[in-house]
């Protein structure tokens, strides 16, 4: 995982706490597992699935009874992200604050990622 020596790779607010322990209960699942695919105007889309256990290369992010999962290939694309749990009148679901987002489709639901997180205004290479 991209992360700092004891700082999460990602934080869970409050909100999102209860009801990632609320999904977990009532799916008797051992947690909720983002991840991202390709799809959408903008590119690429969060996924969000209960699982029963975590895969060997999963990251694991434990708080207050809350467990979320980050799949590999999701990693470096969601650290420093926020996670919380919205409710509305109209709609209520998670929001994603991440950092690493370029752009986002008007409806919300897919995102495109910055390619570079260096300080030189090169493009990392592959």
Same mark, same amino acid.
Not at 61 to 80: C, D, H, K, S, W
């Given at each position: 995982? +991209? &992360?700092?020596?004891? %700082? ?9 706490? =209860? %009801?990632?322990? =609320?999904?977990?209960? !009532? ?5 909720? #597992?983002? !991840?991202?695919? #390709?799809?959408? *105007? ?6 969000? @699935? ?16 809350? =467990?979320?999962?980050? /799949?590999?290939?999701? %990693?470096? +694309? ?5 996670? @919380? ?8 679901? +998670?929001? +994603? =604050?991440?950092?690493?987002? /370029?752009?986002? *489709? ?7 990622? #910055?390619?570079?997180? &260096? ?8």
């Amino acid at each position: 995982m +991209f &992360s700092i020596p004891g %700082q999460a790779p990602v934080t869970i607010t409050p909100a999102a706490e =209860r %009801q990632i322990a =609320r999904l977990m209960a !009532g799916k008797d699942a051992y947690g909720l #597992k983002i !991840g991202l695919k #390709k799809g959408g *105007c903008a590119g690429m889309e969060y996924t969000m @699935d209960m699982v029963a256990e975590a895969e060997k290369s999963d990251e694991v992010i434990e708080q207050n009874g809350a =467990r979320v999962l980050i /799949a590999p290939t999701a %990693q470096m +694309f969601l650290f420093g992200t926020e996670i @919380d749990y919205e409710t509305g009148l109209l709609e209520s679901g +998670f929001k +994603f =604050r991440n950092p690493n987002v /370029a752009d986002a *489709c008007g409806c919300g639901e897919s995102v495109s990622f #910055k390619l570079d997180h &260096s300080d030189t205004g090169t493009a990392p290479q592959a």
